[in-house]
């Protein structure tokens, strides 16, 4: 018997192929889980230890489907890990509609498919965590992030009101909320060449972020990890 700490453990990641997600993923699985990728560009496919299943988390669908597979096999998870994400900045006259929605429906509504999908089995079997992938910008506001923010401020809004419904049932959760993480999240906004942003090389990085998740999914079942904090130690709030 292995005595890793996760050693029998299933885990869940959505936005598992690049970034954080697909940190935690390895995180997770170096900790002896048998971990669930879920992301778009994934093909399905199982080996030792992991799980990888193409999934659009915004599609309820698509999100039914893919908890149903893993719910027959490998199972039900211990440990599911609301991550998925997108990010830009643009001021709100320049946010379109399909731009805002599209950032409710990855960064929100995914999240609430798949916790709500998942919910009844873990509450039924009395133990489980789910950790959401927050943001700095769940807790402060960042000009040209209107969407961004309406979607990690409500994120923060559903972890609060999950804690609440799952209290005494031993499910736990935790809110996970980093600053500026070097990942092709910033592709696009090109951080090192506009002043105020901190730089990437001055970024956490996406093992500092799994780290925390690890920690939050590690401790005995005694001890609520309710929510983490992260920030690089060299820190350019922008304006
Ligand atoms: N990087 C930062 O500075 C930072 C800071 C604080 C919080 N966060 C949060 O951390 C999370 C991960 O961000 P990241 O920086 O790692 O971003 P990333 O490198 O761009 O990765 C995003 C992940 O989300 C997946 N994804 C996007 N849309 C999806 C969809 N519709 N269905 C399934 N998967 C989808 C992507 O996979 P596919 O494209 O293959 O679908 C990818 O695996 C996000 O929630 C983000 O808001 C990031």
């Not at 002896?32 to 093909?43: D, P, Q, T």
């Not at 489907?65 to 199972?75: N, S, Y």
């Not at 942003?197 to 609520?224: C, G, H, I, N, Q």
């Amino acid at each position: 018997m292995s005595d890793l700490p996760l050693a029998g453990k299933l885990g869940l990641v959505t936005g598992a192929s690049r970034g954080i997600g697909h940190a935690v993923a390895e995180q997770l699985h170096a900790a002896g889980a048998h971990v669930v990728r879920l992301a778009r560009s994934l093909v399905d496919r199982t080996t030792d230890g992991w799980t990888d299943l193409r999934c659009d988390v915004t599609d309820p669908a698509a999100v039914e489907r893919a908890v149903g597979r893993v719910l027959a096999e490998p199972g039900l998870p211990d440990i599911v890990v609301n991550n998925a994400g997108i990010f830009f900045i643009k001021p709100v006259e320049e946010t379109t509609p399909a731009d805002f929605s599209r950032t409710i429906a990855v960064n929100l509504t995914a999240s609430f498919l798949v916790t709500r999908a998942l919910v009844p089995h873990l509450v039924r079997r009395g133990a489980g965590h789910f950790i959401t992938i927050g943001s700095i910008s769940d807790h402060v506001a960042f000009t040209g992030s209107t969407a961004y923010a309406a979607s990690k401020f409500g994120l923060r809004g559903m972890h609060e009101v999950l804690r609440a419904e799952l209290a005494r049932t031993g499910v736990r959760t935790t809110l996970v909320s980093p600053g500026p993480v070097d990942t092709p999240i910033w592709d696009p906004v090109d951080p090192d060449a506009r002043p105020g942003f901190t730089k990437r090389s001055a970024m956490l990085r996406p093992e500092d972020v799994a780290e925390a998740v690890l920690f939050a999914v590690t401790r005995a079942s005694r001890v609520d990890v309710t929510e983490i904090r992260l920030l690089p130690t060299v820190y350019s709030p922008r304006g």
